[in-house]
């Protein structure tokens, strides 16, 4: 029997007890904790000046709070001791102003307060450090928030009392209907409100091509006329691309074929265990090309408007750098969703990210050949724990009501998995050693640059996102040499693109950065473009229009004589892949 040598025995050992470990840390490295913890606890107590203002901070916190506590015990409109942070609704409800609910809102907001003054501006702590341990005090903080407890949640209390009892029967049976699903990895598509091919993901089209990794969708025109160069559209890898074709009122795919274009959509393989060696080459190589590949010969001379979206947006980025590297012309625009070029801002998902973290999580991924949705979706949940975490359980199972879904929801609950190769090389590249930025990035055997770019640029932002924050995305001005028009919209990483006309409460800013124009900081930006009213879809729509170049006959689907005839119906067959 041949032995493995030694080297490999000892590395395949650790791979083994991390793999294991990881699945009861939600893929969260010990050691990168223990290093943020230590860094902040040595440095706070080498500093005896920091530590005197917490204790002082401490006392006179405890006495104002002591005597305003005395007197919202008798006046329920005394105003609040403090303000939660804007975006804080726990405690927004009038039932948290009595008594004894309000000093027990107050105490735990102050309590909040004191262990962001604890955890921040100590003298010396790296700043990853010092924003790894203040968001695991925020973290442990939330799971002892009185909402988060029937004795203590008013609300709680009050609907207990006026269902006698109900809506806690309710809520437990809530409880283990969830544990059941869990327990026997219930996800029938035909019980769900929404599902792809039942209800989302219905705009008429064919799959014209399919390889190991995509299903390239051509829809099906509505129009007489359409644009002459067609739409390539590449979603994130990491989600099910029918988030641009949810329900037939928010569906960004029939918005666009009803405004006279043809649109081309890449679905992903959602991977497995034998994808685990595809990396960030075969995403570019069988992904952006192959479909732009195929596009050109069901749309024969004509160029392209790419989009992207996310990391599918950063992925077009990088093909659109290659092509001009190349000499390559076959695009007519390039168009990004919520896509960072520049990594060196990240957002809180940086929280995650550094070398110690990363071998970690290789190492899970080692064990499996790709990172699953499950610690996907805890990493995400950690981010917006109130919003994706406690307010859902204080909701079904303590109110006792039922489980809220919507069509941006169920898409949300539908992730996919990453394969072992290209996470690690896309975490590693992009976000920890930020090659794309610096000119490192390579493609082939040689680098790209994002100052080879001509095509323009439409480039869109949220202001509410906490995936791609708008100020790091906002960075693409300072690496292309070509006009950008950017657009900051309201609401999130995902509400803000499925904006649809005539969507509630929307609003956007617009500006158009060309080559020649000097640098504009990103807050600078912001107060020189007012805000308009309504759906960032519509200019977008004009700027496509004023970058194409005339309106032809609708396209064939597929073409059979280029060896791509229509393989199926949309929504294709990957989408469905569990």
Known sequence: MTRMPLPSIKNSIDRVIHAIEGRYTQGLSPASLT?????????????????????????????AFTLWAARASLDSDAPPFISPLPGDRRFADDAWKRFPYNVMAQSFLLQEQWWHYATTGIPG???????????????????????????TNPLVVEKAVQTGGQSLA????NLLDDIQHSLLDEADPDSLPYAAGKNLAMTPGKVVFRNRLIELIQYSPTTDKVAAEPILITP????KYYILDLSEHNSMVRYLVDKGHTVFMISWHNPDARDRDMGMGDYLRRG???????????VPERKVHLVGYCLGGTLATIAAAAMARDNDDRLQSLTLFTAQTDFTEAGELMLFIDESQLSYMEDIMWDKGYLDTQQMA????????????WSRLVSEYLLGESPRMNDLMAWNADSTRMPYKMHSEYLRRLFLNNDLASGRFRVGDRPISLRDIRVPVFCVATQKDHVAPWRSVYKLHDLMNTEVTFALTSGGHNAGIVSEPGHPRRSYQLGVQTAKDKHIPADDWLVRHDSKEGSWWEPWVEWLAKHSSTQVTPPATGNTDAGY??????PGTYVFER
């Open 236 to 239: 994130a890898w990491i989600m």
């Open 125 to 151: 702590v790296a700043k990853h450090h010092e924003n790894v341990v203040s968001f695991a005090a925020r973290q442990w903080l939330d799971m002892f928030s009185p909402t988060n407890y029937p004795m």
């Open 35 to 63: 290093l943020a913890y230590l860094d902040w606890l040595t440095h706070t107590s080498h500093s005896p000046g920091k530590i005197n203002e917490m204790l002082e901070n401490t006392l006179r916190k405890c006495s």
């Open 170 to 173: 309710n809520g437990l049976q």
């Open 565 to 570: 005839p229509a393989i199926g119906p949309a």
């Open 288 to 298: 952006v090309m192959d479909a732009l590949r195929v596009i050109n010969a069901v």
């Open 378 to 389: 805890g990493a995400f949940t950690l981010l917006r724990s109130y919003d994706l975490l």
